[in-house]
Each structure stands twice: as structure tokens, then as C-alpha cells.
């Protein structure tokens, strides 16, 4: 058997630090208008003004509510340069301008006085001086609140408006609670996230609409219910051989954050305590117990190694009983993991029915990435199950919260095939929801086995689920997306149980999402892969943690402070994988980056991006310091290229070939999309021969360049309070000879030696209990 060696943590150098230079072209936009065009435009958007200079007059709130206007943005003007110059016109003091964005195309804003909106509407007479933000404006109208009230439901969500202002914040809440009371409205305030103001309201009316539309709320609607699926004991299998526990291992641990997990002889001895939030009474455990079950006894139950790990702590979690307000089941997740802080591995495969929009990220989404973040913890989110299949209908979007940015959503694929083709292995299952998610990031994350839905010849569906642990202890089976999650955390538990290094939640993503792949499903383009399984069914934990002397596996961790991008121009490409004068070998490079989260930012809830760049260049060259836009000495010259670029390779490629790299060809052009995850895989024999003379022969050098990105909001944001920017990033670099026939690891190694970089082997725990063949 060969070597299985580790991964290998490196570090940049000094050098590789290099200071973000000017660019972009100071010339207007083509579409900026001039002349009488412009003329007309000041004139309409004067007019939308002093209509709205009307309101502010007749309006009964304080003089200290600030009037919120939506300003609609031209199509053409949705790029961030052109927002920020519609931005800058309305911000005319410290207290005006923009508080958030609704979707891609509307800023929110404030206007705090009559003085506030007399200057605004003079700049519109001065429009040869701001003809730019002038043509990039739609239309600006008063907000009106998205006020949704029916007679069915007793519990009301009502948002605020978040006028980044301490002061004002303060007595606009005090204000619009006395206003609620004094109708005689029940007003609790909960807790979502730092930067949401949400109240729970009870006894509202249909009557109550016309006077909530007076009063300074971002919406209202029913309060979301949450509930779990159920399953039921549905077929007894053979008798399982029971997990015994040794209290001289460590064991991975995670917290299942669900309907309650029942006690039974099975997993007596692993299920480390309860969280008591519900009575007994009042919880259905058979989810919570099932999906323990797998997260147990998974891999021994369908006999494969799935996870890799071979015993898993777990604490109980009732975070929902049989019918939960979102509001409570927010607080019981931060409670549970706030009474447990050393647990940093959550599985949480409860879900609203209520499908993702496609622009605005869910208030409960943006509450748990407050929570991971608060908490430095991973949840692994399931998707949610669709049943349109059995009227033959598409599958629907995820379910919310499965558009939380933090958190691992998982989707569910098929475990084998049927016998009219109906379900396919390695396919998206029938019932999975699918993404991708608002402002088109990539949702589910990864998928995993959830259980089958059979077609049978005679047209009926059959459910060929899973198999795990019914509440008394039986096996049993059932399937959906709630059960593919827990293998992957899992998997996660595993390998944070394995790395002997400090907890990093975004390592961990990245080595997870790093191994993924999609298995025996060829035939779907790219695209089509990552909207119904994000990148794929990731690896077991000894799978993901070595690898043998035919590849390496290189992990680059580091922050990133705004002004800088880090360009290493030494990078350790392997000289064995040069064949007749080129360059050959199979890359993957993955990124994994904690963008800057503003909530009220619409589809720009992620206010900063990281992009990755790996490719060759010819020399490095000296560089004029002393020219204006010149920061650094030294650069790459004129013809570096970024091979993972798809136009540099061969259309021609057949990738639905039963090959072992081509359900990994990941070569998706995220340009620069705000995507906290990003993934290429490429192979260099696929290029095509023009583009091989030019950028892949023998006498070219490697170079990985990391670079970031934010947003014109969090720029002022951090300018006002003073605050400097950065992102925490982890970026992998798997390279692989295809023939399997040289040492890379062992060349590599010495490359990284010869270039002075820092580096070495992952830690990997001796004393933990992880299983390389299933036990017979």
C-alpha cells in the first residue's frame, strides 16, 4: 500500500505581501447623460423631490424620524462605482444618505430634515456638476412598509429600519413601542442579530393596517413557524452490533440542535447530556433521534465508509417542538450554544417552509451567522425537501434558513439507481431543494447520501430511506435532506477531532469542500452541478487529511488587510510534471473567505469579496517607484496568465467520460462575484495547443495571487468609525500527476525549502479513534 502523507500547512513571505496600486479610467460611463436629456432627468427626479419635501411636511412623527426614501437605480448603474456616486449625492451631512440596500437595484435612504432635503433637491438644479449620479437614478419615491396582515396568525414580525446611528436608533425603538402600546398592541423586542431591530407583536388587526403605514417600520409580516419532518418507523432491518465507547479515546463531538433525542440502549452511552427547554410532553423525538443515529452509526448501517470516523459524542439539542415561532427557535439555537462553548460542530436539519428569496438574504439566515461568528462555531444547515416530483413538477429553492452565509447547507443526492431511471447514483435526489441562493452565492454547499425515492414500473414512488435509529431503538429508514446532513457534520466533527491544531472554522470548510466531488454524475454541465449540489459529496476524514507521492495538498492561511494582495511569484510547481517541454499535472485550488457581513444590505449582504488567481507569467521585472500609480519594486511582467480561466481550454473535451478527474472539473467564472467560496479544478492536458505554447512551456514560473475586494458601504462605514478592513481566507492548492507516476510531494516539499518558505505536515491527533475499514 502506498505512503498516505498529510497535508501540508505553508506560510507567505514577506516578500509575497504586496501594496494594492490605482487603477480604473476616470472618463464617464457611455450611458451618463448629457444635454437635454440630462436637463429632463433633473427636472423629473426635482419633481419626485418636492413631492416627498410634501410628505415631510404632512407627516404626524417627531421631527427626529427620519423619512426614508428608495431610490431606483438604472440597470446599467448596478456596479459599485455607480452606486456609490448615488450615494454621495443624497449624503449631505452626517445623518442623511444611505442606510441599505432592497435587492440589486434600490438604495435605501435617509433624509433627517427639510434643510437635509432643500440641499439635495438643489443639486439637481446644479445637474452639469452631477450629471453622473443624476443618469445613474431611476426614480426616488417615498418608502412604504411591506405591511402583510391576516386574520390566521396570532404573532407578527416587525422590523426596523437600522439608521446607523446610536441616538437615533434609540428613540425611534422608544418612539414606535409607546405608539404600538398605546393601540394596545402586545410589542416584545427579540433578539436576531447586532445590526436587526425586530419585534414580536401580538393582537394586530386587519382594522391596524392603515395606521402601521404611518409609522417608521421597514415591514411587518406573520411570524415564520418552524417544524420538523416527520418520520416514522417505517421497517425493521437486521439486529445492529452496538457501538461500545472507550472512555481512554477522544471521541468528535456534535451538538444536534433538533426535536430531542430519545435514550435507547444504542446510544445510551453517547449522548453526552440535554439541553431542557421543552417538557418532555411537549417533544417528538423521532427526528432528533433518527438523525443522531446517523451521525452514529451511519457509516455501519450501509456498511460504506462515509465519514470515516468510528464513534461521535452528541449533545441533545431541542431547539423546536411541535410548533415554534422563528423568534424562539433563534434564541433556543443561541442559548444551546451559548451554554456550550466548547462544542464547534452543530447539526441543525430543521427548516421553515418558506423557499429563499432571490435577492434578500432571511432575517433568521443573518441571525445565525451572527451566532457562528459570535461563537466560532460551524452549522450544517439542511436544505430542505421538495414534493413536487410526485406531480412531476421542478424542485424548489431551498428552504430558509439555508441561505445563511456562515453555515454548511447541505443537499441530498441518490445512493444508487432504479430500475426505470428515475433516481440516478450520485444524482441530485428527487426531493432535494436546490439553489442557488440570494444574489446568486452558491447553495446547498455540499451534498450527501439522504435517502432514495424510487420510481417503480408501475409509476409509484417507494421510499428506499436510510437507515438509522427509530426512538426506540429499532433501525429503521427514511429519507431526506435531513439526514444528509448529519454525515457531513459528521465528517466535520471528524476532522476537527483529528487536527491536533487550534479550532478554524474556515479550514475546516475548505479541506471539506476541497475534497468534494460528484461522484458518478456525468452528464450535468457545471453550472447545473453547483445549483443543485453546490461542489459535491465531500471525502471521509482520512480521505481528505492524505494523500500519496503522486499529488500534495498545500494550505495557505492568512488575513487579508485592505491595500494589500499577496502575489506569490515562487510558487512550488512541481518540475517532474514537465513532459516534452510543458508543463502538465491536475490542479484544484479552493478558497474559503469570511466576507464583511452588513444585514439591510439587500443582495450586498456580503460587503466584501476575495478573489484567487494561479497561473504562469515569463520574468519578474523591476518596477518605477517613483511613478505616481507605482507602489511596488517588483512585478510579474506583461504576459502573466491565469489558467483558471475556462476560455483557455478545449471545448471539445468530453467530460462525461467515466474518468477519475472529470466529475472533478470545477471551472466556473466567478469573476468578481461577492462568493465566499470559490472553486476550480482544471486539467492542463485539456488546453488547447495554442494556449499550451503560450502559457504552459518549461520555461514559464507559477505564481498564487490573492486578492480582496468591499464595497462602497463598509468602506465608509469603516471610514467613519475610524476601523480598518480585512478578511480572514484559507486557500488550497491540490496539484496531482495524472499518470501517477512521479514524486510530487517529495519535489514540492524541496521547492518550498529552496524558496525560503515556512512550512510543514498538519498535527494530526494520535489518540482518536478513526476508522480505515468498516469493522466486520
Not at 422590523?159 to 434609540?170: C, D, G, Q
Not at 476541497?514 to 453547483?530: F, I, Q, V
Not at 486578492?707 to 480572514?728: H, P, T, V, W
Request: charged fraction near 30%; charge should be negative; proline fraction near 4%.
Amino acid at each position: 500500500m502506498a505512503e498516505r502523507l498529510p497535508i501540508r500547512l505553508f506560510e507567505k513571505r514577506d516578500q509575497d505581501v504586496l501594496r494594492t496600486e490605482a487603477g480604473g479610467s476616470s472618463s464617464l460611463p457611455k450611458w451618463v447623460l448629457s444635454g437635454e436629456e440630462l436637463r429632463a432627468k433633473s427636472a423629473e427626479i426635482y419633481t419626485s423631490l418636492k413631492s416627498i419635501e410634501e410628505i415631510i411636511k404632512m407627516k404626524n412623527t417627531p421631527d427626529f424620524v427620519p423619512t426614508i426614501v428608495k431610490v431606483e437605480i438604472v440597470e446599467k448603474a448596478k456596479a459599485k462605482s455607480h452606486k456609490k456616486e448615488v450615494s454621495n449625492f443624497f449624503k449631505v451631512n452626517k445623518n442623511s444618505g444611505e442606510i441599505g440596500l432592497n435587492g440589486d437595484k434600490e438604495v435605501i435612504m435617509k433624509i433627517d430634515s427639510r434643510n437635509c432635503l432643500d440641499s439635495i433637491v438643489e443639486k439637481t438644479l446644479k445637474f452639469d456638476k452631477n450629471k453622473y449620479p443624476l443618469s445613474a437614478i431611476e426614480n426616488v419615491t417615498e418608502y412604504e412598509p411591506i405591511i402583510n396582515i391576516d386574520e390566521e396568525h396570532q404573532n407578527y414580525k416587525l422590523k426596523m429600519f437600522n439608521y446607523h446611528s446610536y441616538e437615533t436608533n434609540r428613540v425611534v425603538k422608544e418612539y414606535l413601542q409607546k405608539e404600538l402600546r398605546r393601540r394596545g398592541l402586545q410589542v416584545d423586542e427579540v433578539k436576531y442579530s447586532k445590526d436587526l431591530t425586530i419585534f414580536k407583536v401580538k393582537n394586530i388587526t386587519v382594522d391596524t393596517i392603515p395606521y402601521l403605514k404611518t409609522l417608521p417600520i421597514h415591514s411587518i409580516n406573520p411570524m415564520p413557524k418552524y417544524t420538523i419532518n416527520k418520520t416514522e418507523e417505517i421497517e425493521n432491518f437486521n439486529t445492529l452490533i452496538k457501538l461500545e465507547f472507550d472512555n481512554t479515546l477522544k471521541y468528535p463531538v456534535v451538538g444536534v440542535l433538533d426535536s430531542g433525542i430519545e435514550i435507547n440502549e444504542y446510544n445510551r452511552d453517547w449522548v453526552v447530556g440535554r439541553e431542557q427547554y421543552y417538557i418532555d410532553e411537549d417533544l417528538s423525538t423521532n427526528h432528533g433521534t433518527f438523525v443522531s443515529g446517523i451521525i452514529l452509526y451511519g457509516d455501519r448501517l450501509e456498511n460504506t465508509v462515509y465519514t470515516g470516523i468510528n464513534g461521535c459524542k452528541v449533545l441533545d439539542v431541542p431547539v423546536i417542538s411541535t410548533d415554534t415561532d422563528e423568534d424562539e427557535l433563534i434564541s433556543n439555537i443561541r442559548r444551546g450554544i451559548s451554554n456550550n462553548k466548547d462544542i464547534k460542530i452543530w447539526n441543525l436539519s430543521v427548516s421553515v417552509k418558506q423557499e429563499i428569496d432571490d435577492e434578500n438574504f432571511s432575517d433568521i439566515a443573518m441571525a445565525i451567522d451572527q451566532i457562528q461568528d459570535e461563537f466560532d462555531v460551524i452549522i450544517c444547515k439542511s436544505a430542505g425537501n421538495c414534493s413536487s416530483f410526485q406531480r412531476g413538477y421542478p424542485k424548489g429553492k431551498i428552504h430558509t434558513p439555508g441561505d445563511s452565509v456562515r453555515s454548511i447547507v447541505v443537499g441530498s443526492i441518490c445512493q444508487e439507481t432504479d430500475e426505470v431511471g428515475f433516481s440516478r447514483k450520485d444524482y441530485p435526489s428527487p426531493y432535494t431543494r436546490i439553489g442557488r441562493g440570494p444574489a446568486k452565492i452558491i447553495k446547498p454547499d455540499l451534498v450527501h447520501y439522504g435517502g432514495d425515492v424510487w420510481k417503480e414500473k408501475n409509476q409509484e414512488f417507494v421510499n428506499k430511506g436510510v437507515k438509522s435509529l427509530s426512538r426506540i431503538g429499532q433501525i429503521d429508514s427514511d429519507s431526506g435532506t435531513s439526514f444528509s446532513t448529519p454525515r457531513v457534520s459528521a465528517i466535520l466533527a471528524g476532522l476537527q477531532n483529528e487536527i491536533n491544531e487550534d479550532f478554524d472554522a474556515l479550514t475546516l470548510k475548505a479541506l471539506l469542500i476541497h475534497s468534494a466531488n460528484y461522484g458518478e454524475c456525468y452528464d450535468m454541465n457545471p453550472k447545473d452541478k453547483l445549483e443543485q449540489m453546490g461542489f459535491g459529496k465531500p471525502k471521509n476524514v482520512q480521505d481528505i487529511l492524505y494523500s500519496n507521492e503522486n499529488e500534495i495538498t498545500l494550505v495557505l492561511r492568512d488575513t487579508l488587510g485592505k491595500g494589500k494582495y499577496v502575489d506569490i511569484m515562487d510558487f512550488p510547481y512541481p518540475k517532474n510534471l514537465i513532459q516534452e517541454g510543458y508543463f502538465e499535472g491536475q490542479i484544484t485550488v479552493t478558497l474559503v473567505y469570511n466576507p464583511i457581513l452588513a444585514p439591510n444590505q439587500g443582495s450586498e449582504y456580503c460587503q466584501s469579496n476575495i478573489n484567487v488567481h494561479f497561473g504562469t507569467y515569463e520574468e519578474k521585472v523591476n518596477r518605477d517607484v517613483e511613478k505616481r500609480t507605482i507602489l511596488n519594486p517588483m512585478g510579474r511582467g506583461e504576459h502573466s496568465k491565469n489558467l483558471l480561466n475556462s476560455n483557455l481550454y478545449s471545448r471539445k473535451v468530453d467530460y462525461s467520460s467515466d474518468t477519475p478527474f472529470a466529475t472533478e472539473r470545477m471551472l466556473i467564472d466567478f469573476g468578481d462575484k461577492f462568493y465566499p467560496v470559490k472553486k476550480y479544478s482544471i486539467d492542463l492536458s485539456e488546453m488547447t495547443p495554442a494556449n499550451k505554447e503560450k502559457f504552459i512551456k518549461v520555461n514559464r514560473n507559477w505564481y498564487l495571487k490573492v486578492e480582496g475586494l468591499y464595497r462602497d458601504f463598509i468602506e465608509k462605514q469603516a471610514l467613519e468609525n475610524d476601523a480598518d478592513l480585512s478578511m480572514e481566507y484559507c486557500a488550497i492548492v491540490t496539484i496531482k500527476d495524472p499518470n501517477r507516476q512521479n514524486d510530487v510531494y517529495s519535489d514540492v516539499v524541496s521547492l518550498l525549502n529552496n524558496n525560503n518558505f515556512i512550512h510543514r505536515d498538519i498535527n494530526i491527533n494520535i489518540d482518536v479513534r478513526v476508522q480505515n475499514e468498516l469493522d466486520e
